[in-house]
């Protein structure tokens, strides 16, 4: 059964930084690109970022560039989303998932910007 478990959402003024982390079980980790996805409330679904199953190539929406990072530990099954600088638009629900998995799918985390 696959689990994807995500955590590390919260409230953060404008300019912070928070890292989320998606735990993940069921399935072969290694063999599985990975992907961060978030929904703002009234918007659709977004990708994120995503990286592949080395972890040796990523890729991000163009909003989100050179202010965060995607990276995972093969050993712990875990996947990571470093979001510094921060603002209003990055309020929503984090998700992660992967080819088994739809996008925005689960419990997520909720990210809040917000003075």
């Known amino acids: 059964q696959v689990q994807l478990v995500e955590s590390g959402g919260g409230l953060v003024q404008p300019g912070g930084s928070l890292r989320l982390s998606c735990a993940t079980s069921g399935f072969t980790f290694t063999d599985y690109h990975m992907a961060w996805y978030r929904q703002a409330p009234g918007k659709e679904c977004e990708l994120v970022a995503a990286?592949?199953?080395?972890?040796?190539?990523?890729q991000y929406a163009d909003s989100v560039k050179g202010r965060f990072n995607i990276s995972r530990d093969n050993g712990k099954n875990t996947v990571y989303l470093q979001m510094n600088s921060l603002n209003s638009d990055d309020t929503a629900v984090y998700y992660c998932?992967?080819?088994?998995?739809?996008?925005?799918w689960g419990q997520g985390t909720q990210v809040t910007v917000s003075s």
């Open positions: 990286i592949t199953n080395a972890g040796n190539s990523t």
């Open positions: 998932g992967n080819s088994m998995s739809s996008p925005c």
